[in-house]
Structures are given as C-alpha cells and as structure tokens.
C-alpha cells in the first residue's frame, strides 16, 4: 500500500490546515489508518487514529482541535487541524495498519506543518 500525503505548509497561531492522506488501495480493507508527527529532536508521536468502523482517538494535546476522517470512496483520510499552537510543528505522517494473520504497517514520506507568526 502506497500513501501519499499533501496539505502541509506555514500557518499563523490559531490557523487551520487539511491534510490529506492518499491510499493506492481500498482503504476499507486497512483496518486503522492514522497520523504521526515527528518534530525535530523528539520521537514520533501517534495523532489520531480511525478504524475502518469510524471509530476515532487522539492525542491528549490535539483533542477538540484536530478531527481525523476518512472518504472510502475517495480512499482517502484525512487530518483537520484547528486552532493550530507553535507546538503542534513537526512532519506529520500518514499509517495504515492491516491484520492479515500479522499486522502489516504502512508509512507516507510525511508533509511538513509549521506553525508561526
């Protein structure tokens, strides 16, 4: 499975951005999809996440702000980012995670968010 991220970009404090997450397949057929960030010196953190039954979770720090959503028949997930703080700059990632007797993980190249004035 091949995911292509689009969307990132700069945007002032309290701004907002869509990420995009494309999928070269079915998306209904990957059991969780989500979105990682990673910024500079620190780990990759999990976003959010949406199972292929719309069930969502977030990250604490992003919760209320950030809504992940999924359009199977666009196979394609996406990452709403509202009210955006300075903290929230990283490269953010697209996975997708599919049982098939083993989990089967999959990566984007990542988009870049900055957030700044």
């Known amino acids: 499975v091949q995911l292509v991220e689009s969307g990132g970009g700069l945007v002032q404090p309290g701004g907002s951005l869509r990420l995009s997450c494309a999928a070269s397949?079915?998306?209904?057929?990957?059991?969780?999809m989500g979105w990682y960030r990673q910024a500079p010196g620190k780990q990759r953190e999990l976003v959010a996440t949406i199972t292929n039954g719309d069930k969502t979770a977030y990250v604490n720090s992003v919760r209320g702000r950030f809504t992940i959503s999924r359009d199977n028949a666009k196979n394609t997930i996406y990452l709403q980012m509202n009210s955006l703080k300075p903290e929230d700059t990283a490269v953010y990632y697209c996975?997708?995670?599919?049982?098939?007797?083993?989990?089967?993980?999959?990566w984007g190249q990542g988009t870049q968010v900055t957030v700044s004035s």
């Open positions: 996975n997708g995670r599919r049982y098939r007797a083993t989990w089967y993980e999959y």
């Open positions: 397949e079915i998306i209904a057929s990957i059991d969780t």
